[in-house]
Antibody
Framework: EVQLLESGGGLGQPGGSLRLSCAAS????????MSWVRQAPGKGLEWVSA????????YYADSLKGRFTISRDNSKNTLYLEMNNLRGEDTAVYYC??????????????WGQGTLVTVSS | DVVMTQSPLSLPVTLGQPASISCRSS???????????LNWFQQRPGQSPRRLIY???NRDSGVPDRFSGSGSGTDFTLKISRVEAEDVGVYYC?????????FGQGTRLEIK
């Protein structure tokens, strides 16, 4: 059974940093691209970032302007999102989603339960 | 970016009646590999999104057959043949053909 378990959310200060993790199980992690998708309170879904199965290729939404970094540790079956220079508009539930063999096609057949990031002073 | 426009944004439906959600893209979603990467997701209240339909019309495992997807090019539809109480939630279309991946605004389905 595929499982994705996010952690690391919480209260972040404006201008501060947070690191989100997503522990994956139930599939061959290294074979699949992964993505982060966020949802601001009461709003719709917004794709944030993707990474290839090997970790060599990464993709970001233009709106992030270099503040976020996606990475993965295939030896630990874990996906990460390093969030820097946090802004109020980053407040959202962050979901990790399993993608396909190719990143950026948005297969998203499995999603985690999400982790809430609140940016506030 | 490809803009995904859903209609209606709110959909009150009587139990047992059909429902239909439209999704239109600002560009054709036919990929260079011949596939059309248009997915539909359901998000029940308080839950994570769940994929229902992938590549326009392929139903995911465990998805009831009352859900169906159709369309081509820029015009797509999700249909529910007979709405049940468990179908309440927000439905999103999403395209993966063009970078970046973009979602529709969501359609909130409620029971009348």
């Amino acid at each position: 059974e595929v499982q994705l378990l996010e952690s690391g959310g919480g209260l972040g200060q404006p201008g501060g940093s947070l690191r989100l993790s997503c522990a994956a199980s139930g599939f061959t992690f290294t074979s699949y691209a992964m993505s982060w998708v966020r949802q601001a309170p009461g709003k719709g879904l917004e794709w944030v970032s993707a990474i290839s199965g090997s970790g060599v290729s990464t993709y970001y939404a233009d709106s992030l302007k270099g503040r976020f970094t996606i990475s993965r540790d295939n030896s630990k079956n874990t996906l990460y999102l390093e969030m820097n220079n946090l802004r109020g508009e980053d407040t959202a539930v962050y979901y990790c989603a399993k993608d396909g063999l190719v990143a950026t096609l948005g297969e998203f057949d499995y999603w985690g339960q999400g982790t809430l990031v609140t940016v506030s002073s | 970016d490809v803009v995904m426009t859903q209609s209606p944004l709110s959909l009150p439906v009587t139990l047992g009646q059909p429902a239909s959600i439209s999704c239109r893209s600002s560009q054709s979603l036919v990929n260079s590999d011949g596939n059309t990467y248009l997915n539909w997701f359901q998000q029940r209240p308080g839950q994570s999104p769940r994929r229902l339909i992938y590549k326009v019309s392929n139903r995911d495992s465990g998805v009831p057959d009352r859900f169906s997807g159709s369309g081509s090019g820029t015009d797509f539809t999700l249909k529910i043949s007979r709405v049940e109480a468990e179908d309440v939630g927000v439905y999103y279309c999403m395209q993966g053909t063009h970078w970046p991946i973009t979602f529709g605004q969501g359609t909130r389905l409620e029971i009348k």
